[in-house]
């Protein structure tokens, strides 16, 4: 099956900075990369995603590029605010029986400190 | 529009007992899955339903886990009995499915549960 590893684990940042998280992932036939941002209680909610057709995605202050022949993919967030404080999880899907398996990586914990 | 709505909110019980959890996916979303979420953790995939239809539950620990979707709208996840290593939160999600369709997840707020 599919496997999703996800680095770094915790990142700290100034707000203003840049911040970048990096996953990779095993599966060749994935071709669905969405990005959760889960702040603490609450619910995993999408903050973007990128199909394997396109290298790379942006909106506004977040980026997401894929490189699908090093199996790898990353999230870009620029001029981070506090409010970007939360877990972040990268997830790859595959197509199945009409719908996509998603696997997600252990997720990275991003403090913007103000 | 009503997300996808879960129940109970949270839930705490003694080990051996049974325990169930409800979801109610968005309206005309043919996916509903099950995630299990250990704290610190990413959610890790129990079961994907495709409306009625199981068709990947090789996560799921069929020994004391189950679930069900009758009528492929409702679903309950269930566990019994409980162990100590079953805590932890229950992601319900769903998504439209269907090739070339939006696939967008749309997690609930999940069940916290605490088996004591």
């Known amino acids: 099956g599919e496997n999703v590893e996800q680095h770094p684990s915790t990142l700290s940042v100034q707000e203003g900075d840049s911040a970048v998280i990096k996953c990779t992932y095993s599966?060749?036939?994935?071709?669905?990369f969405p990005w959760y941002k889960q702040e603490l209680g609450k619910r995993p909610q999408l903050i973007i995603d990128?199909?394997?057709?396109?290298g790379e995605k942006k909106d506004q202050r977040i980026a997401v590029t894929l490189n699908k022949t090093a199996k790898h993919f990353s999230l870009h967030i620029t001029e981070t605010q506090p409010e970007d404080s939360a877990v972040y999880f990268c997830?790859?899907?595959?197509?199945?029986?009409?719908?996509?398996?998603?696997?997600f990586g252990k997720g990275t914990k991003l403090s913007v400190i103000p | 529009e009503a997300g996808v709505v879960q129940s109970p909110r949270y839930k705490i019980i003694e080990k051996k007992q049974p325990v169930a959890f409800w979801c109610n996916p968005i309206?005309?979303?043919?996916?509903l899955y099950w995630y299990r979420q250990n704290l610190g953790q990413g959610p890790e995939l129990l079961i994907r339903?495709?409306?009625?239809?199981?068709?990947?539950d090789s996560q799921l620990p069929k020994d004391r886990f189950s679930a069900e979707r009758l009528k492929g709208v409702d679903s309950t996840l269930k566990i019994q009995p409980a162990e100590l290593g079953d805590s932890a939160v229950y992601l319900c999600?769903?998504?439209?499915?269907?090739?070339?369709?939006?696939?967008?997840?749309?997690f609930g707020q999940g069940t916290r549960l605490t088996v004591v």
């Open positions: 999600a769903s998504s439209l499915g269907g090739y070339g369709r939006l696939v967008e997840a749309f």
């Open positions: 599966d060749s036939a994935s071709n669905y």
């Open positions: 990128i199909r394997s057709n396109v």
């Open positions: 997830a790859a899907g595959s197509s199945g029986a009409g719908s996509y398996q998603l696997t």
């Open positions: 309206s005309g979303h043919n996916t």
């Open positions: 339903y495709e409306n009625e239809e199981a068709v990947d």
